[in-house]
């Protein structure tokens, strides 16, 4: 039995092990507390006094750029859509919004998703551009090579340039993105000012980039100066500065560092990869592997590619085509008929139940894509029966186990082919007609066409859509606003209200501001 | 963690040696009746006060206890009756008669890390008893809770073992706060594992000063379970309760059969879409508006081939009792859901509890409680919606026995499929989710004095959780769009530890009038959760047991892909209250809590709140009336927090990985990142809440009424904002909202001879709005299609777009109305939408506000009547005054293929006069009506459901040799038999934002059960 003075005792013990413990517990709440996130890397761990990895940031923003910014599907039809030579198609009921774009109906789409895509891939690239260039800062604090911090810088800024670029040419009057500016405070620039701000960004890298091509750079294919030229002389088609569109053009050709791809149609399959035409092309690839890690192409290909009812079958069992969203107008394929061409239009143009070269066959046009022809053919809006096929890869271009329409062949966005046309284009503005012979004939003469003589602005811009048509920039309609031939648009455009798309209405509810005027100096000069 | 587990070790090592003196004692004996009606009372607890030693009263209602201090009091204490005190005084026959305690107010209500007298409280905690929760069908006992008490809005959801939405008054929070659930002092994020039949009671702790003693979890309210228990002395109680039956869909919409569907492609000029069906399965002669067509003879009503009845069955069995130093309290019981599908569509669980409490010494109790719970369902994904878009002129099958496909009949793209096919195929019955719950804890309570006045309480629990799921798509073909080519397997394993450790001291005195309770503790919290599973290709089809990655017939490790993860967190935290009342007239209960976590970069928040009562019925004045037996005004003020936040939200990180590198000259992959641009430093979300209530009894307390007014407001609150330009977004403390209302409950209850019925009522308001949102304008959330915006001055997550104000009827007025340059495609027959700036053209300057998910008020109501053996319950819910986006109709301007719910048929403008609410059969597919957002596709989200009938009929006494009477009774219940609503869907109860898409219906449910007590 035990007493009552020992459970005293007791007590007093037990208070002072209680008083005593508490103190214990407290002091290491702080070390308890303090943990890292599960799985995840915080930006503290980059070593940036690890000049080996200085280049991480710029890889990831080619990356950021490659994920489907600049080649999202449905970018391609926005892009793609109002031209003269291109009609919506797939199916009535697939996407029905986007027949508004070449209708030029713009106020029934301002909410449809696909516009707001459109601009938040860009500014998106133009946000990661701004993180990176802080990151190479955080680097260059440490860094023993600076020229190399610069080619860096520029490689990064480049893209940033594509992207505002691309912007000011799809909406005009944009923002300039400064991350530290609240929503509401957003205001649209003039458009000039945006294009004035990427000429400049571009004459400050161009130096800076290097000066080979890129297929022979370490990192294939990475950004050169040309690339910046080459984006500099497109800006200044834009901005009608046709001296400097001159300058910048000549420097590529002066250069001597590219030259014209011998066999046009063999340009966009695999062999046209890193080509001595290629100025800037978008890495792709499955490696080869039928599974494990491919690049994000996305849909670029299968979007516009041949939608077909039978034919080939890439696989040997499945069907595998397109979806047929872009169909050629039969005014393309008159005015190529028309000039006689040859393996410019075999190579853009195939005709249903027929094959390719390479013996793949071409099925026909299924029933509700031809539902949807006729329907234009019966407005009167002359859609022609025929495929879209300059992004066209065949079967046995293809990974064993990894087929799609397109696979994962490079997507060229400059080459040298256009460079020889902008210099000429340059050169007629600058000294009249017959000024840009020599180089407008040199593309001719690749395609199998005679040489011309007296060579006005008309002749460039067919010779741009023979040789450029259904490509990455889609630059037929920009061609026909930017030369004030907006007429070859058809009766609904209106001079002055549509050449630009309006701000997504996802925009205008982000930043209500976008919809005031535009306001002057607000681009850094 | 592991000193502290040490440290209480020791300490009950150390009391084990301690025991007290002895004092005289006697033997007392006596009988227990019942002041109602004068019968004896079985089963009544007799205690010997300041102890845990006690006895039970037998089937006459006697007792005997020994070893009673000659100087000691007895407790007399049973459930719906007041707890009565005794003084011994040398007496060895006590016989006492108890009143009956109807309206509650001295019942002992669980309180966070304490209890207390109802009537001592500052802050309404309304009580449900496990009585009250298993009269439902219901796998979740928080489902049962629906409609009880005011201000807890419960939406449930259909699928069978899915736990629903618990909104404490109002939206707290825009990173949905869920309630804590603290079963028997232990934490928990759900209570799926808990069998509604070891439920003893769950207390509601909806005010902000009843749960901060909870802190930084408790933003969403707390729910608290307590669990039945055994009791000391009270010999072997047995009890078995089970039902069975069925579910069955009720409220089914109604989609237009081939005829409708076909008049309305005829008036879209579409009947070439016809065609293709015709030519495969046949057609019949048709008549619309005078013209002759041939139609489909195919007539397939989806809902019909792809729903059917699902049994429901529930067992329950548990064991509790005690004896002198002991009680226990064992359960075990066996669901099983099925689901209203046409397929293996099930919810299954079976638990395990254990309790035992330990009374060896006079100042010590030792216990532990086990639960042990496996649950396993089959998920059948979204077919609801496809269902919704299924044409009647597909058949199920072809004559063959083939699925049939729907590309040969014209539906080439879009969402249009087979969803017999899909259901059979995509959703198969090779998947599963399982998940086993082990929860234990150990307490010890040390009474340092010797008595209640000192006790200090130490509590470990854990809570582990393991689960497993398998998703198997086999290959199959309908046709090119329903099909899958190579098989794939997905298989996930994860693992959940929650550890608590929590000590309290409480300290309880008595000094003449004042009566003081103060407690304070320490909590320590530890999650630690990991994930992993992988996917592979080309697992052949077969029964279940082909089902392993190592079968994958193509085993190139390219072709699995394997992923991990996990999440930790950590908390500490330390709290105390004091409950102090003068003579239990005037009250004073405050709290505080130290919370500190590694979820924010500001790691320590502290909760404070405090609550004053005054019992003017206990006032000298009160004496003389005999209107009110009980009246008592509280006032109170608290702040809680809220961790539902994500933690890695708003914090600088980089990504890295194949998707941020580049692949340089196609095979040299250059290592990149990508780093976040946006980040900030999230700071707690706080909810600041005043509450003022009064609570009346009166009537010789057969009315029993509490009104609070409530104001919550939410500050620093965390609101998921876009970047500029929208690319991406994070969580920043951008914002201050309110949620105020006013809650009623009433409760009559009376017996008239052998007929006593109850009858109870409650109705809450609900007024949400945002504050402030520094400086934005408004927070957009949603879709550009279903545009959810929520401003200044306006309910969170407003629906935002377009309001109709008719439907044009000609072209001249179409003309008047609008700018036919731009707006070209619209025709009489299409929606006209109110021109705010008058300028004729409908753009984004003409929307306005539409409505919102937020009911105005909530309502329920409970009447039992019982006479004789005889018992009925009906118990109603109703929801009013919110709106739901009926996004099954709007996403048809993305998808014209759909079929039209009937109402759209039956109700659309046929030309001049015929409709000013209703589009043309043209305008139901052009997206001028149905994209952007408009008042159409916003309806009523009113409704009012009876949600349990129930009839019972009672065997008193049927099985000789119980202890304390034997019972058996018989019910018949239907739950959920009637809804009444307007909204154009499944359901009206919709969680979330409104957006009312394919959701599971909630399923009606008719039962018999069976329940013996033994």
Request: aromatic share 12%.
């Amino acid at each position: 039995m035990i007493t009552k003075k020992q459970t005293d005792m007791k007590s007093i013990n037990i208070w002072l092990l209680t008083v005593l413990t508490i103190p214990f517990f407290f002091s290491s709440c702080e070390d308890f507390l303090d943990k890292d996130i599960e799985g995840q890397i915080p930006l503290e761990e980059v070593d940036y006094t690890d000049e080996s990895r200085m280049y991480d940031p710029v890889s990831g923003m080619y990356a950021s750029a490659n994920a489907n910014r600049l080649h999202h599907w449905a970018n391609q039809c926005m892009m793609n859509f109002r031209s003269d030579f291109i009609f919506k198609g797939a199916h009535a009921n697939d996407q029905p919004v986007m027949e508004d774009i070449q209708d030029f109906k713009y106020e029934s789409m301002r909410n449809a998703w696909f516009v707001n895509n459109l601009w938040v891939s860009h500014f998106g690239m133009i946000r990661d551009a701004d993180a990176a260039l802080e990151e190479l800062d955080l680097f260059g604090e440490h860094a023993s090579d600076q020229d190399l911090l610069r080619q860096y810088k520029a490689e990064v800024r480049f893209f940033r340039a594509l992207a505002y670029w691309r912007m000011a040419r799809i909406y005009g009057d944009i923002p300039f993105y400064d991350r530290d500016i609240v929503a509401a405070a957003l205001r649209r620039s003039p458009r000039m000012e945006a294009l004035e701000y990427v000429v400049k960004e571009l004459q400050e890298i161009v130096e800076h980039l290097p000066s080979q091509h890129p297929a022979n750079l370490e990192r294939k294919g990475g950004v050169t100066r040309w690339a910046a030229y080459m984006l500099m002389a497109k800006v200044a088609g834009d901005m009608q500065d046709y001296q400097l569109m001159l300058t910048a053009s000549k420097a590529i050709v002066d250069s001597g560092v590219f030259s014209l791809y011998p066999d046009y149609y063999t340009l966009f399959k695999k062999q046209g990869e890193f080509s001595v035409e290629n100025i800037f092309e978008l890495n792709h690839t499955d490696f080869s592997s039928s599974a494990g890690d491919a690049t994000n192409v996305d849909q670029y290909y299968v979007c516009h590619g041949i939608k077909q009812d039978g034919g080939t079958r890439f696989d040997g069992g499945s069907f595998n085509s397109g979806w047929g969203f872009s169909m050629p107008a039969q005014k393309y394929i008159d005015l190529m008929e028309e000039r006689n061409e040859g393996i410019r239009l075999e190579t853009s143009i195939i005709y249903p139940n027929t094959a390719t070269a390479e013996g793949d066959s071409i099925g026909a046009i299924p029933g509700d894509l031809q539902g949807l022809l006729d329907r234009y053919n019966d407005e009167g809006r002359g859609a022609a029966e025929a495929y879209w096929f300059k992004n066209y890869l065949p079967y046995n271009q293809q990974t064993e186990g990894r087929y799609r329409y397109g696979g994962y062949n490079n997507i060229r966005l400059f080459r040298y082919a256009e460079t020889l046309l902008l210099y000429a284009e340059a050169l007629i503005h600058v000294n009249g007609a017959g000024a840009g012979d020599a180089y407008i004939n040199e593309v001719r003469d690749r395609a199998g066409m005679p040489p011309l003589s007296g060579a006005t602005i008309d002749d460039i811009l067919d010779e741009r859509a023979a040789e450029l048509a259904f490509e990455w920039a889609a630059d037929r309609f920009f061609d026909l606003i930017r030369l004030d031939r907006t007429e070859e648009l058809g009766p609904d455009f209106e001079k002055g209200l549509h050449e630009f798309y309006p701000i997504p209405t996802t925009q205008l509810d982000l930043q209500p501001g976008l919809a005031e005027p535009p306001v002057s100096g607000l681009f850094p000069s | 963690m592991i000193p502290m587990i040490k440290i209480s070790t020791i300490l009950s090592i150390c009391f084990l040696l301690i025991t007290n003196a002895l004092l005289a004692q006697i033997t007392v004996t006596g009988t227990v009746e019942s002041g109602d009606d004068e019968t004896t009372l079985p089963g009544v607890s007799v205690v010997i006060k300041g102890t845990t030693t006690g006895t039970v009263t037998d089937i006459d209602g006697n007792y005997q206890l020994a070893n009673v201090p000659e100087d000691g009091t007895l407790v007399f204490s049973f459930v719906g009756m007041e707890t009565t005190e005794v003084p011994v005084n040398n007496q060895t026959v006590i016989d006492v008669t108890l009143q009956s305690d109807a309206i509650g107010i001295d019942e002992v209500v669980v309180i966070g890390y304490g209890t207390a007298r109802s009537s001592d409280l500052t802050a309404p905690i309304p009580v449900i008893s496990g009585t009250d929760i298993v009269r439902n069908v219901a796998t979740n006992a928080v489902s049962a809770l629906q409609g009880s008490s005011p201000g807890v809005q419960i939406v449930n959801r259909g699928e069978p073992g899915s736990t629903p939405q618990i909104i404490v008054r109002g939206i707290g929070s825009m990173q949905g706060a869920q309630p804590l659930y603290v079963v028997d002092g232990m934490f928990y994020d759900d209570i799926n594992w808990v069998s509604p039949n070891d439920i003893e009671s769950i207390a509601l702790l909806k005010d902000a000063s009843a749960a901060s003693i909870y802190g930084v979890r408790a933003a969403g309210g707390v729910i608290m379970v307590t669990t039945k228990q055994g009791r000391k002395g009270e010999g072997l109680l047995i009890e078995y309760d089970g039902y069975t039956g069925y579910n069955s869909s009720s409220n089914l919409m109604e989609m237009s059969n081939t005829e409708q569907y076909s008049a309305i492609l005829i008036e879209q000029d579409a009947y070439p879409r016809l065609e293709p069906s015709i030519n495969l399965w046949g057609g019949r002669p048709f008549t619309h508006n005078g013209t002759e067509y041939t139609i489909p003879s195919t007539n397939t009503d989806w809902y019909d081939e792809l729903l059917s009845t699902g049994m429901v069955m529930n067992h329950s069995l548990s064991l509790r009792g005690g004896n002198e130093n002991t009680s226990y309290h064992i359960g075990g019981s066996y669901l099983s859901e099925e689901g209203l599908l046409e397929s293996d569509n099930q919810f299954e669980r079976v638990n395990l509890k254990a309790t035992v409490n330990f009374n060896p010494y006079k100042f010590l109790d030792i216990g532990t409680n086990i639960v042990v719970s496996h649950n396993m369902s089959r998920d059948q994904g979204s077919v609801w919606g496809g269902m919704y878009s299924a044409v009647p002129i597909i058949p199920v099958r072809e004559d063959n026995g083939d699925f049939a496909g729907v590309i040969q009949a014209g539906y080439q793209v879009g969402p249009v499929n087979n969803p017999a096919a899909q259901l059979h195929f995509n959703t198969g019955n090779h998947n599963f989710t399982r998940g086993t719950n082990l929860m234990y804890n150990a307490h010890t309570n040390i009474r340092l004095l010797g008595d209640d006045r000192l006790v200090f309480r130490t509590q470990f629990s854990h809570e582990l959780r393991n689960g497993n799921s398998r998703v198997y798509n086999p290959v199959y073909f309908v046709d090119e769009k329903l099909r899958n080519e190579n098989s794939s397997l997905t298989k996930r394993y994860n693992q959940y530890s929650s550890i608590h450790l929590d000590h309290t001291l409480t300290f309880k005195e008595n000094l003449a009038d004042h009566n003081f309770t103060l407690m304070g503790g320490f909590s320590t919290r530890r999650v630690d959760a990991q994930n992993a599973g992988g996917s592979a290709q080309n697992v052949p089809n077969g029964p279940p047991e082909y089902f392993y990655f190592s079968n994958a017939i193509d085993p190139d490790p390219v072709n699995f892909d394997v992923f991990d993860g996990g999440y930790a967190e950590r908390g500490v935290s330390f709290f105390g209250r004091l409950m102090y009342n003068y003579n239990y007239k005037y009250l004073i209960n405050a709290t505080f809590r130290g919370d500190g976590t590694d979820k924010y970069s500001q790691t320590w928040g502290y909760f404070p709140s405090v609550g004053f009562g005054w019992v003017i019925s206990e006032e000298p004045f009160m004496e003389d009336q005999n209107l009110f037996q009980f009246m008592k005004v509280r006032a109170s003020w608290g702040q809680l927090g809220n961790n539902n936040v994500p933690r890695e939200s708003g914090t600088r990180e980089i990504f890295t990985g194949f998707n941020n590198s580049y692949v340089f000259g196609n095979d040299m992959i250059v290592p990149g990142y990508v780093s976040s641009v946006f980040f900030n430093e999230l700071e707690w979300e706080l909810t600041e809440e005043t509450n003022a209530g009064i609570e009346l009894g009166l009537l010789d307390e057969r009315l029993y009424t509490e009104i609070d007014y409530f104001n919550r407001v939410t500050r620093n609150a965390a609101i998921f904002t876009r970047n500029l330009m929208g690319a991406g977004g994070m969580i920043r403390n951008a914002g201050e909202f309110v949620n105020r209302g006013i809650e009623l409950s009433m409760t009559w209850e009376d017996q008239i001879g052998d007929f006593g019925y109850s009858v109870k009522g409650n109705m809450g308001t609900l007024h949400n709005e945002v504050l402030d949102l520094a400086g934005e304008p408004y927070i957009d959330a949603g879709s550009a299609e279903f545009r959810l915006r929520s401003e200044v001055g306006h309910p969170l997550y407003s629906y935002y777009g377009y309001k109709v104000i008719g439907v044009y009827q000609t072209a001249q007025e179409v003309e008047d109305h609008i700018d036919t340059e731009i707006h070209g495609q619209v025709e009489p027959g299409f929606l006209k939408y109110e021109d705010i700036d008058g300028n004729g053209i409908i753009n984004e300057e003409d929307r306005q506000y539409l409505g919102a998910n937020i009911p105005d008020f909530t309502y329920g109501g409970q009447i039992s009547l019982d006479y004789r053996n005889f018992d009925l319950f009906v118990s109603v819910y109703g929801v009013s005054g919110n709106e739901l986006i009926n996004t099954l109709r709007g996403n048809r301007a993305w998808h014209a293929d759909f079929n039209f719910d009937t109402d759209l048929y039956e109700n659309r403008w046929v030309g001049q006069g015929s409709s000013n609410t209703y589009p043309s059969s043209r305008g139901l597919v052009n997206s001028w009506n149905l994209s952007p957002l408009n008042s159409f596709l916003v309806e009523d989200g009113s409704f009012f459901r009876i949600q349990n009938i129930t009839l019972g009929y009672t065997f008193n006494d049927p099985l000789p040799g119980s202890q304390r009477g034997s019972k058996i009774r018989i019910r018949l219940a239907a739950q959920n038999p009637f809804t009444f609503f307007k909204f154009n869907g499944f359901t009206p109860e919709v969680t979330g934002q409104g957006l009312a898409g394919g959701v599971y219906p909630i399923p009606t449910s008719y039962i018999v059960g069976l329940n013996i007590t033994y």
